[in-house]
């Protein structure tokens, strides 16, 4: 089994053929989480999902790129994520996204959400700490969105993190008792950074803090292989990024689910590992973050 943690098949890049899409992820033994970048795309990750019985979850946040006050015409004309002329900002609505993830046990988790360092606005940070809070409240881990804004995200999710009522205190007294230590635990952030290319020092950071590392097709592009060979292999998590970022091996095809093997591959040659190694320990790490059942 291959788990793709990070696919938009609810973009319109796979609107005319999304059920075959599927089908032939499924038949491969690919497993699948569509993600969210705004309402309407993470409500049809929902809808998506539902339609499964198994295989097939769905993730509902707002990219930082879909926020308001976006700062970048150019890009707001070109818009990646829908291929439409009019791209949308809007409003990260707490109330409606809460409503949305509690429609269906398929959501397994909030976002993505993060910053976005080539396309700032005002408003990145706040709407990621209201994900932040979401998640908490509804006990999900985060898929976490970071361009070029490592070391402002790291910030934000550590001082998130120790400004938790009675984290600070809690700490401070050496974790006393049992039910201190599981306060601890629940107070921190659960979680992935999705597609991954930092420093293997800022690496280290999220590992510290629990969280787990996404690769995808750039693995292929991007320097990355300090972090793969040095990084715990129960803390790697494959993906795909679809229809984005397609491995070199299908470079004239549009990227998909079943191509999450090249990413398998490429992390067990950097590792020195077997391809059935990667793939099984990948998709224990998935299973266990989003609580996934075969």
């Not at 930082?64 to 890009?75: A, D, E, M, R, V």
């Not at 959501?107 to 809070?133: C, R």
């Not at 592009?221 to 397609?246: F, G, Q, R, S, W």
Request: hydrophobic content about 35%.
């Amino acid at each position: 089994m291959l788990i793709d943690t990070h696919s938009h098949l609810n973009f319109k890049a796979f609107e005319k053929d999304r059920s075959e899409v599927i089908k032939r992820s499924l038949k491969e033994g690919v497993f699948m989480i569509n993600v969210g970048s705004n309402y309407e795309t993470s409500e049809l990750a929902v809808e998506i999902a539902e339609k499964y019985q198994s295989g097939v979850f769905s993730a509902v946040g707002l990219h930082p790129i879909h926020t308001q006050t976006i700062s970048n015409l150019k890009f707001q004309i070109s818009n990646l994520h829908t291929k439409s002329k009019n791209f949308k900002t809007e409003d990260f609505d707490y109330k409606k996204f809460k409503k949305l993830a509690q429609s269906s046990k398929k959501v397994v988790a909030i976002g993505e959400t993060g910053l976005d360092a080539m396309y700032p606005n005002q408003s990145q940070e706040d709407v990621f700490l209201e994900h932040l809070k979401l998640a908490k409240e509804l006990d999900l881990p985060v898929i976490l969105h970071c361009r070029k804004a490592h070391q402002n995200l790291i910030k934000i999710l550590k001082n998130y993190q120790f400004s938790i009522p009675n984290f600070q205190s809690i700490f401070n007294n050496q974790f006393s008792n049992a039910n201190q230590k599981q306060s601890i635990k629940q107070s921190k952030i659960r979680g992935v950074v999705h597609c991954f290319t930092g420093k293997w020092s800022e690496a280290k950071e999220y590992l510290e803090m629990g969280l787990y590392l996404g690769f995808n097709g750039i693995v292929f592009k991007h320097n990355v292989a300090e972090t793969i060979k040095k990084m715990p292999l129960d803390k790697i998590l494959i993906e795909t990024d679809c229809p984005y970022l397609t491995p070199p091996q299908e470079s004239d095809k549009r990227n998909e689910p079943v191509f999450v093997k090249y990413v398998a591959q490429r992390i067990a040659e950097i590792r020195g590992e077997t391809i059935e190694r990667v793939a099984e320990i990948t998709a224990q790490n998935a299973k266990a973050l989003f609580k996934i059942k075969s």
